[in-house]
């Protein structure tokens, strides 16, 4: 684990592994008195020395995914803690582990939790925190801004300027509103999740902008040439991914062009 202090912000990156191959890193921030997202459980241990440096007093979810929840239960239970989560991910909470079996071996088993309804703002120690809601790769998405210093928490909204797979439940076109409704805000940095602090936050907001407005219109006009998803699948993403096989096609390139199919 590599932890480290940027704009007030303390950052936790972790790089998990699954039978020996490295997965996805993983980005934990702490500011003021607020921890945002909390890790995969099967990272306890070496996320623990983290958790323990850090004095915070409640716990805000960009979403619900385990890879974010999953030391929720732990955490709250050793300090009884408010947990934040917008009210549209609130009954997954409640459930044991709700996720395919082959996240349950990347990520680890999570535990319920009893969640509460995200408010609009969250007030901390310094500053003042808008919630927006921000769908696309998770129906009950969050990002939080601090409109006075621009530092904005992007959850899994913006990982990466060009997404080769997604999830089955993600959508592309919905992803790409999000981001837009972002650039109503003023903000400058930005944290993610799973690539960590970008200094230049709303200029690879608006990369990521550009090529998802340029897929959307070439994944039209090929369905205007009358090809089928698996078609155009083909013609943009001829590379197979690894995650593919092991999730079983849960997640896919295939996904990214029936989202945008399906809307248009």
Known sequence: MNVQTIEGVTIAHVIPESKGRKMTPV??????????????SNMYKTLRP????????????THNHEDHSGNVAELANQRELPVYVHEIGLEEC?????????????????????PSKMPDQ???????????FTPGHAKDHISLLDEQTGRLF?????????PKVIMEAESIPETLRSLKKLLNYEFTSIFCCHSGYHKNGKDMINLKIEHLEALIAQVH???DLGHSIDEI?????????????VSEGQWSSRH?????????
């Open 27 to 40: 980005y934990l921030f702490a500011v003021d008195n607020m921890l945002v997202d909390t890790g995969p």
């Open 50 to 61: 983290f958790f323990d440096a850090q004095s915070y007093d409640f716990i805000a979810l």
């Open 94 to 114: 409640f459930l044991e582990t709700p996720y395919p079996y082959y996240r349950q071996l990347a990520w680890g088993e999570r535990k319920p939790f009893q």
């Open 122 to 132: 969250l007030t901390t120690s310094n500053a003042t925190w808008d919630v927006i």
């Open 154 to 162: 992007t959850g899994d909204l913006f990982v990466t300027p060009k």
């Open 221 to 223: 006009e090929l369905t």
């Open 233 to 245: 699948d083909k013609l943009l993403y001829p590379k197979t991914y690894p995650i593919e096989t």
């Open 256 to 264: 990214i062009v029936s989202s945008i199919v399906e809307e248009q």
